[in-house]
């Protein structure tokens, strides 16, 4: 019975009383109550005595005989007798009163169906006045069945049941519920029809609009409903769709922070679907009860339904239970929309990104440096971006519908013409190089890839005209570092050989002064100067080996802090003399915040060999600039370290040198001098000495300027002008103290003892540093350790170490043709300490020696 329309034919009319039952009259009480049902023993124990149908044996043969067919049909019968329509009815309809059954039982239909008596009444008044049946499908009866008002939809037939006059006396009502098919039809075709709907949004909020507009129709089984979505990161749900509410109903507000207590929905993520009761009923269409249940349903994401889109707040219809079937729809309904909302979210997204990537092309296009192409199958441009212009000089209208062979490099127009044939013939084009004219007239490198697509060519330019000139340069420096690697390579060569020879020289010398003290005078007046020739060509070899050692940076260097403003004070003459008379020396000294940290001797001949050849760069005169200064640190440029190191500069106006001379300049043996006439090692004995000591060297030389060397030493402490003590003349003899020689040289080792015998010294030797630790460890006294750096094993300086620990305040003087020895300042190792190059002469040995053994060795 379900809808509130029913089929009728013809106008209602007032319904005529009832006349008594022509068919009354005498029959066996129950002979046709013969159904194996329920109903048959109810109605045979009914007291119907008690209803207008007066007692079972009083009824008439047509209603026996319709009542026995409706008992025993297998489909829902109803029976409505007289004129109040007495219900009787069969098995299969008793469950259509639902809990009004078995009380429906001979009652009138007005009480029976009180609740859609105003619909039934019409029409059964109609029928037994016309005689026609009526025949309703799905028609709408909301009954009140089970405590509440129900949306209830039946398939159902009314017909007279006439009496032997030819006149209706009753209705033969045959019915079959349908409620469950009518809302299942009803909820697939919203949910197709919201599919369908908002399969082509184009975002969530579109999906939203339309899922708004949809679910606003559908009042009977959506009351109201609200769906929310979350932000990204989950802290708020914003309303996205509202329908059934008013927008300043308290029920829907912007937007509830999920977990909040508070606020009219308990939404959580995580949640599971929970039903709420409303604290307010709600009175909504179409339903005139009021709406007082609610159900929350979490929106899951489709890849992941652990996460959460959002929720969709459903109000319940008061006219159903919320049974397994609307809970399936509502669950349905939740996850049709989860889709839909990412499947437009998806949408967006893709017309997001494409958007950006068309942006992202047309940006590429305008903004790109690279020279970007559309061409025709003969190479005729027919678009270019705006790179083209700012490369080249030459605007749009001038290159489209043209070729570039009129822009191209004479020299490149054979292999740019066979390249643009290969494309023609769909070849892939890669890093192919030509120069192409810049409108001023320049060229410009350009290095193509291409590729041909269906006639036509696409092609990408990239500007290498700086990278050639990179190239160029890198090139350059390449050779530069080659010939680095090479000065690295003679250096370690030449300072292998040259701590070698010092050891033969060292022979040499001290054996040529021994044989000076000790020939006769009437003798030594007749070698005197095969003595002397024979010396000096030792110093000479030795002033070789030095500068080969300082090259290679592998010199004895005893490093002190020095105050350039002293040093340069105290050579200023000695600078003037080697700079002659046509060149005038000019000495610039700022007040400079420290001192420096190298070895002032090997600075002092460091700046007479930058003299020397600032004099050699002017013959004719000129003028020569010696400045020591506190640099400033260029921004950005590291390798000042301005802050780490003083200036000292020495600039003459003299001739230039060339690209090439510069580039090799520190090179050992590497001299523009006649042959014979320069060894090529001043500026490489410069070079290394400055590198040994920790600071930087540079060159620089142009024409009409003369040429600048630039030594950048690491700052030392700051000292006072007292600070440096003069040096202190050596005492003439010896005591008898007692020096230990450490030497594994053995013509070296005879000759240092037999110098320091004769010079009244007692010694003691050993060749290496078990046989002198053997020594020390003895009770013999020793006033001095002289020991070799190099000794095999136990260094020399190990060695100094261990004769500290034995025997604290023991002098030492470290012999060495390399720089092995490091200085330590303040160390209690570095005090009482000193250092002698090999190879040296008796008189040095003996300063040297005396001056350890008198207190005024260096203090380091």
């Known amino acids: 019975m379900n809808a509130m329309e029913a089929s009728h034919h013809g106008p209602l009319q007032p319904m005529q009383a009832t006349p008594p039952d022509p068919c009354a009259g005498p029959a066996a009480a129950g002979d046709f109550l013969t159904s194996s049902g329920a109903m ?7 007291d119907w005595s008690a209803t207008p149908l007066g007692p079972l044996e009083g009824w008439s043969a047509p209603l026996k005989s319709i009542l026995g067919v409706g008992l025993n049909a297998r489909f829902p019968v109803c029976i409505y007798w007289g004129r109040d329509y007495h219900l009787l009815y069969n098995d ?3 469950a259509i009163p639902g809990d009004k059954h078995p009380a429906a039982l001979g009652r009138p239909a007005r009480e029976a169906w009180s609740d859609i008596w105003d619909t039934l009444e019409p029409m059964f008044d109609g029928i037994m006045q016309t005689g026609i049946a009526v025949h309703t499908e799905d028609g709408l009866l909301p009954m009140q069945r089970f405590g509440y008002v129900e949306e209830c939809y039946f398939n159902y037939n009314v017909s007279p049941i006439f009496g032997p006059d030819g006149r209706p006396v009753g209705l033969f009502n045959t019915v079959i519920e349908t409620t469950a098919q009518v809302l299942e039809k009803r909820r ?10 908002t399969r082509n949004a184009t975002s969530p909020d579109e999906t939203c609009q339309i899922a708004q507009t949809m679910l606003a129709m559908a009042g009977a089984d959506l009351p109201f409903c609200l769906l929310y979505r979350l932000d990204g990161d989950g802290r708020s749900a914003r309303l996205a769709m509202r329908c059934g509410l008013e927008a300043d109903s308290p029920l829907a507000p912007a937007t509830i922070d999920p977990g909040d207590a508070d606020g009219p929905w308990a939404l959580s993520i995580g949640m599971p679907a929970q039903d709420c009761t409303l604290a307010t009923a709600l009175p909504l269409a179409p339903w005139p009860e009021a709406v007082t249940r609610a159900r929350i349903l979490p929106l899951p994401e489709q890849q992941d339904e652990a996460r959460t889109l959002g929720f969709l707040v459903c109000g319940i219809s008061p006219r159903r239970q919320l049974d397994e079937r609307y809970s399936a729809f509502l669950d349905e309904l939740a996850g049709s929309l989860a ?26 296009w305008n903004l790109s440096q690279d020279l970007l192409c559309v061409a025709d199958q003969q190479g005729r441009l027919l678009s270019i971006n705006p790179a083209w212009t700012a490369t080249l000089g030459w605007s749009e209208e001038e290159l489209l519908g043209r070729t570039t062979h009129w822009l191209e490099h004479p020299d490149d127009i054979p292999s740019t013409d066979k390249t643009r044939q290969a494309l023609a013939e769909g070849q892939r084009i890669w890093r192919f190089e030509n120069r192409l004219r810049h409108r001023d007239g320049s060229y410009r490198w350009l290095s193509w890839s291409a590729t041909p697509e269906n006639d036509i060519q696409y092609g990408n330019g990239h500007d290498i005209t700086e990278e050639k000139r990179t190239a160029e340069v890198l090139q350059r420096t390449e050779e530069a570092l080659r010939n680095a690697q090479r000065m690295e390579a003679v250096g370690q060569l030449t300072g292998g050989i040259a701590h070698d020879f010092n050891n033969l020289l060292a022979g040499i010398r001290v054996g040529l002064d021994l044989i000076r003290r000790r020939l006769p005078d009437d003798t030594r007046r007749d070698l005197e100067r095969f003595i002397d020739a024979a010396t000096d060509s030792a110093e000479r070899g030795a002033a070789l080996t030095h500068n080969l050692l300082s090259f290679a940076r592998r010199q004895a260097l005893d490093i002190q802090p020095v105050r350039l403003e002293t040093l340069l004070a105290a050579h200023r003459q000695r600078l003037a003399e080697r700079a002659g008379p046509a060149v005038e020396l000019e000495l610039q000294v700022e007040e400079l915040p420290a001192s420096v940290l190298c070895d002032a001797e090997q600075l002092r001949k460091a700046l007479e060999h930058l003299v020397d050849n600032a004099r050699e760069a002017m013959p004719d005169g000129g003028r020569l600039l010696i400045r020591a200064s506190a640099p400033e640190a260029a921004s950005g440029d590291a390798e000042d370290a301005a802050a780490d190191h003083l200036l000292l500069e020495v600039r003459d106006t003299g001739r230039a040198m060339d690209e090439q001379v510069l580039s090799h300049a520190f090179e050992p043996f590497f001299t523009t001098k006649p042959l014979g006439q320069g060894s090529g090692l001043g500026l490489s004995m410069v070079y290394g000495f400055v590198k040994q000591t920790g600071g930087q060297i540079r060159l ?17 402490p700051v000292l006072s002008e007292q600070t440096q003590n003069p040096i202190e003349p050596p005492t003439a003899a010896a005591s008898r103290e007692t020096v230990l020689v450490v030497e594994d040289a053995d013509v070296v080792r005879m000759l240092t003892v037999e110098v320091l015998e004769e010079l009244g010294y007692q010694v003691l030797e050993a060749c290496d540093g078990q046989q002198a630790l053997a020594i020390l460890r003895s009770d013999t006294e020793i006033d001095l350790l002289l020991t070799d750096i190099g000794l095999p094993g136990m260094n020399g300086q190990e060695l100094a170490a261990v004769a500290r620990e034995l025997r604290p305040g023991l002098r030492v003087l470290f012999a060495t043709g390399y720089a092995e020895i490091v200085s330590i300042d303040g160390s209690e190792l570095a005090t009482q300490m000193d250092m002698i190059a090999k190879p040296f002469s008796i008189d040095e040995l003996r300063d040297k020696v005396s001056s350890l053994l008198e207190g005024r060795g260096k203090a380091r």
């Not at 697939?188 to 709907?197: F, T, V, W, Y």
């Not at 494409?354 to 942006?359: I, P, Q, S, V």
């Not at 620089?700 to 030392?716: A, D």
């Open 92 to 94: 299969a309809y008793s």
């Open 700 to 716: 620089q030389s142009s024409v009409g300027q003369g040429t600048c060397v630039s030594l950048l030493l690491p700052r030392g």
């Open 188 to 197: 697939a075709r919203l949910l197709s029809d919201l599919r369908n709907s």
């Open 40 to 46: 048959a023993p109810l109605i045979r124990a009914h």
């Open 339 to 364: 889709n839909d909302l990412q499947r437009s979210a998806r949408h967006a997204e893709e017309a997001q990104r494409l958007h950006l990537r068309t942006l992202e092309r047309d940006r590429i």
